[in-house]
């Protein structure tokens, strides 16, 4: 049974830091294209980064290029999301994504998913 267990939100204040860790169980994550997404209250969900199976091809949303770090350790069957520079703009809840391929992020179906947790950003 696969499961995607997403940690490390919180609230946090305008300019400051968190760390997301997507912790993998029941697949072989090196086999894995990984992605964030993240749903605003009132907002359609969006990705905001992914990384390809082999870490050779990463996505950023514009709005968050130069902010945000998608990274992963397959080792630790982990996926990381290091958040910069927050604003109250980025509070949404955050989840990650599993998809088994190799070809481009662009095409990539991602077919696991974690239940999410609450980023919060005081202004």
């Known amino acids: 049974q696969v499961h995607l267990v997403e940690s490390g939100g919180g609230l946090v204040e305008t300019g400051g830091s968190v760390r997301l860790s997507c912790a993998v169980s029941g697949i072989t994550l090196s086999d894995y294209a990984m992605v964030w997404v993240r749903k605003a209250p009132g907002k359609d969900r969006e990705a905001v980064a992914a990384i390809s199976w082999n870490g050779a091809e990463i996505y950023y949303q514009d709005s968050v290029k130069g902010r945000f770090i998608i990274s992963r350790d397959n080792s630790k069957n982990t996926v990381y999301l290091e958040m910069n520079n927050l604003t109250p703009e980025d509070t949404a809840d955050y989840s990650c994504?599993?998809?088994?391929?190799?070809?481009?992020?662009?095409?990539?179906?991602?077919?696991?998913w974690g239940q999410g947790t609450q980023v919060t950003v005081s202004s």
């Open positions: 994504g599993a998809g088994n391929g190799k070809g481009p992020l662009s095409a990539q179906p991602f077919d696991f």
